[in-house]
């Protein structure tokens, strides 16, 4: 009955993470402005492969809004024209949204390749919007969180925009972040809401209260992470990315705060684990949390005591997402449970 719903809900949820993969790489590699404008990379809809096509040449066809680097200075082309011999101010303007001139061939792929999968997830998320309107009658929390997702996506599409516009804000960067997670959040919703299953027994009021416990806890460190990732963005701003010794090494509070209650998350999760034993209950999901969190921790630990090792940025971003996902599913999925014994 709900067989597209469910396909479109599991290929938007594959590329919103492929998104957020993506996205964590970027910021990794600090290909952030890989592409200076916004929705074109340097005015083409394919991105240029070398710093020569960036470059004024006489006897050549420029199309409205290609952009050019000239004198360290990005230009935007103001009609279609044919260059003369001569280069002529008249046909250009200057890029205003920022000062940030510059071409690296490898920034520019990556930051491009996060805006492909970005509207790939558009795309899928208004086909899942197009098979909803069937049960807007039927079934309208589908209908109504379909259209949410659909007015997230293009949330989130100005979000990346405002994120180029100022240069890598980073609390901007921080809002591009919580809006993915929000995303992941209705769709699961969505997901949910068009499956039936059943459970094999209903966990109990403690197994309930300690779940949502767990989850809050991810919720904090998730806020807690993103302060300290706004701290880093701002040491790498300061030391370069080949110094990354000194990216931690005067934190702020947030971060000792985001690292000891790591230690409360383990713990609460465990307790989490022997409950679910106890009670017999479906254990699919406690252990793929005890996994997350355990490479949670252990990225944790790599990049504080190793100076940041090659990915471990963006699998610790990565994992997190996928905890709050996993540790989201269970919940909706017990309370859907009991939502349905109640009728």
Known sequence: MYKNLQ???RISLIIIYLVIAAGA?????????????????FGYIIP???????????????????????KDHLLVATTTFISSEN????????????????FNATHTWIEFINRLLGALSGLA???????S???????????????????????????????VDSNLLPLKISLHMLMALILVGIILVIRVSSKSFGLSKLPSKKVRLLLYGTFALTLVQVVLGIQVRQFVDVQIDRWGYDLSQFWLATPELSFYIHRSLSLLVIGANVWLFALVLKDQIEQIFIKRILWLVG??????????????????QPLHLLLATLLFGVQLYWILRINLHRYDLSL
């Not at 998320?125 to 098979?131: A, C, Q, T, V, W």
Request: hydrophobic share 45%; charged share 15%; net charge positive.
């Open 295 to 312: 490479g949670e921790v252990l990225l944790g630990i790599a990049m504080y005591y190793f100076d940041f090792p090659f990915a471990t």
């Open 25 to 41: 790489t970027v910021r990794m590699t600090g290909s952030g402005m890989g592409c200076p404008d916004w929705p074109k990379c």
């Open 7 to 9: 396909r479109w809900t």
């Open 133 to 163: 309107l069937k049960w807007w009658r039927k079934k309208p929390i589908i209908f109504i969180f379909s259209l949410l997702s659909l007015l997230g996506i293009l949330f989130q599409a100005w979000l990346g925009k405002t994120v």
């Open 125 to 131: 998320i208004l086909i899942l919007f197009g098979y």
């Open 87 to 102: 280069f002529n101010a008249n046909q250009w303007e200057p890029y205003t949204k920022h000062d940030y001139a510059d």
């Open 48 to 70: 240029p492969t070398q710093a020569e096509q960036l470059a004024w040449k006489p006897n050549t066809k420029f199309r409205k809004g290609n952009v050019i680097i000239n």
